[in-house]
């Protein structure tokens, strides 16, 4: 290092980021807004940038009790893929991922997506029939998927554990080229300052404490800032979802529970695609900083903490040096947990509620992250008309009334 290296580093340390430009403003709220959304994660933010963009809908305030992008969005292991099994829920994930495809362009932020493709492995005859079933519906839905075999996969991967002596031995997976991933609060930070730059008001550490109803319609929320009125009200709160549902006087068809994940310390590059196993519960990634980025399942306790169990860890690791003996030796860095909301039917709610004029984008379980973009979009329009848009009206609450559900459980994979 030379002298002027240590120079800029020294400089740059003692400067306190003082004449930085903020990239998002720090308003305090009016008394009353056309839309007000509760939650300023990815889904929050995506959805009132989209409330400007597509519609016009700017006098718009994203409320967050935290800090922005604290929650989920900060919390989740960055798996984007729109390779899903039935028509409803790969309309809504290809929406998103050709969104994703353009995003760093359109928000003039760089959002680091990368393309790297998603390998879903079967270790069994019924996998691989599950397997197919999925590739021909993706490719009716115009979705490109693929199936490929264990030589295919040990090509592309070699460290991976092809070995027909394995404990769960690889058959084949399939494959998306087009999924991959991206950095998670980069698309935070992203919405967030195209939002404010259209006059969306984003206010943090203010926590809504009640929602004010008039006869059956939402007029505005009780804050830690006080009272906030406003014509339309959206609720994006992921793993919280219930309790604000609660506050509004109805239930919701959630759980909460804890996702944990975990990453290694950082190596030079080993793997440049995203493997993931239902069967050995494990999937795994690796970072632009060479961390090792590994998830499972959820925790089976309901809660609402942003810790995981230890026996989680432990399942994971086992599962993750059943496909990758050559990791056994690495050393984790840190680990941490999400909320997410589940539920019957492991698809999202997106719609109305019992209460006019209120609005609700939840139970996401797992899959969240990927949807963002295709979330906001779809919630935006939900807002701005007081009708769900095709993409998302399959995603009614009244259809734990009907009938009509959208059962992913199968192609949500391990978590993702």
């Known amino acids: 290092m030379n002298k002027y290296s240590i ?93 994703w495809e353009g995003l760093s362009q359109e928000l003039n932020y760089n959002l680091m997506f990368s393309q790297r493709g998603v390998y879903n492995l079967g270790h069994s005859l019924q996998d691989m029939r599950d397997i197919h079933r999925r590739v021909n519906a993706n490719r009716l839905n115009g979705i490109d998927s693929e199936v490929v075999y ?37 698309v935070a930070w992203g919405y967030a ?11 943090e550490n203010c926590e809504v404490t009640g929602i004010n109803r008039d006869g059956g319609k939402v007029t505005g929320v009780e804050t830690s ?9 959206g609720i994006v709160v992921a793993g919280h979802s219930g309790v604000l549902a609660e506050m509004a006087g109805f239930s919701l068809p959630v759980e909460s529970h804890p996702l944990q994940a975990l990453v290694s310390e950082p190596v030079k590059p080993i793997i440049d695609t995203v493997i993931m196993s239902g069967a050995v519960h494990a999937y795994v990634s690796q970072s632009d900083k060479g961390e090792l980025v590994i998830g499972a399942g959820i925790d089976a306790y309901l809660g609402y903490s942003q810790r995981g169990g230890v026996d989680i860890i432990e399942h994971q690791l086992a599962a993750l040096k059943e ?18 909301d589940t539920t019957p039917d492991a698809t999202p709610i997106i719609g109305k509620t019992p209460v006019r004029n209120l609005f609700i984008n939840c139970g996401w379980g797992t899959g969240g992250f990927k949807a963002t973009p295709g979330s906001g979009w779809a919630f935006a329009h939900t ?34």
């Open 383 to 416: 807002l701005a008309t007081g009708e769900p848009h095709p993409i998302n009206a399959p995603f009614s609450l009244d259809r734990y009334t009907t009938g009509y559900l959208v059962d992913e459980h199968g192609a949500a994979g391990v978590a993702h």
């Open 193 to 203: 300052r195209a939002a404010d730059a259209a006059g969306v008001d984003i206010i």
């Open 150 to 186: 264990a030589d295919d996969i040990k090509r592309e991967v070699p460290i991976i554990n092809t070995s027909p002596d394995a404990r769960y031995p690889i058959l084949g997976a399939s494959l998306q080229r087009r999924a991959g991933t991206a950095r998670h609060d980069g």
């Open 225 to 233: 800032k006080g009272t906030i009125r406003a014509n339309k009200v």
């Open 7 to 99: 120079f800029s580093i020294a400089r740059n340390a003692f400067s306190h980021h003082e004449n930085w430009q903020e990239a998002w403003r720090s308003p305090e709220p009016r008394k009353e807004y056309d839309v007000i959304i509760i939650g300023a994660g990815g889904h929050g933010l995506a959805t009132a940038y989209y409330l400007a963009k597509e519609h016009g809908i700017t006098n718009v305030a994203v409320l967050e009790k935290g800090w922005l992008g604290g929650g989920n969005t900060a919390r989740n292991t960055t798996i984007v893929r729109s390779n899903y099994l039935y028509d409803e829920s790969a309309a809504i994930f290809e929406k998103s991922l050709k969104l």
């Open 323 to 340: 496909m990758f003996p050559i990791f056994s030796r690495m050393r984790m860095l840190r680990h941490w947990g999400g909320i997410v």
